[in-house]
């Protein structure tokens, strides 16, 4: 099973003035942390709601020139088996790029695989008596002697 799973970051900037100051810059140190080894995180802003009210607010905090910025780190995780575990190995691969820096599990969904349907499919091909590459030349690929023999 494969998930998508989203952590959210509270991301410390400083010398800011502006919350959107803030998050530019959060992004842009997050970015920098986990690139190149985890450049298939996607990075996007967190989404604050007031506790009491529920309304939105900014995603940054700024006070003295500092901030606290709440980024949402999106990644897929592929072959667990199961959400705790998918949240675990996202925690652990994200987590050990971004030092002291809090995350928290806020999402895990399982993807659909496109492929599921024609991978069970081609299962039940194989699962025939007929022995393996026999019927399947049209779809095999030469072998590499072969091109070579081609190519002379």
């Known amino acids: 099973m494969d998930c998508r799973v989203v952590v959210e970051a509270a991301v410390p900037v400083y010398d800011v003035e502006t919350a959107d100051e803030a998050v530019r810059i959060a992004i842009s140190k997050t970015g920098e942390m986990l690139n190149p080894d985890l450049s298939y995180v996607e990075i ?10 529920g309304d939105e607010r900014e995603p940054a905090f700024i006070a ?46 399982p993807v659909e695989n496109e492929g599921d349907d024609e991978e069970s499919e081609t299962d039940d091909a194989t699962d025939s008596t007929e022995p393996p590459g026999e019927g399947e030349s049209e779809e095999m690929l030469p072998e590499f002697e072969e091109l070579m023999d081609e190519r002379e």
């Open 44 to 53: 996007d802003m967190g989404e604050r709601a007031c506790p009491n009210c």
């Open 64 to 109: 003295a020139d500092e901030g606290l910025v709440a980024l949402e780190l999106e990644m897929t995780v592929f072959n667990v088996e199961r959400d705790e575990h998918a949240s675990r190995v996202a925690r652990k691969e994200i987590g050990q790029r971004l030092d002291n820096i809090p995350l928290e599990v806020i999402e895990v969904e």
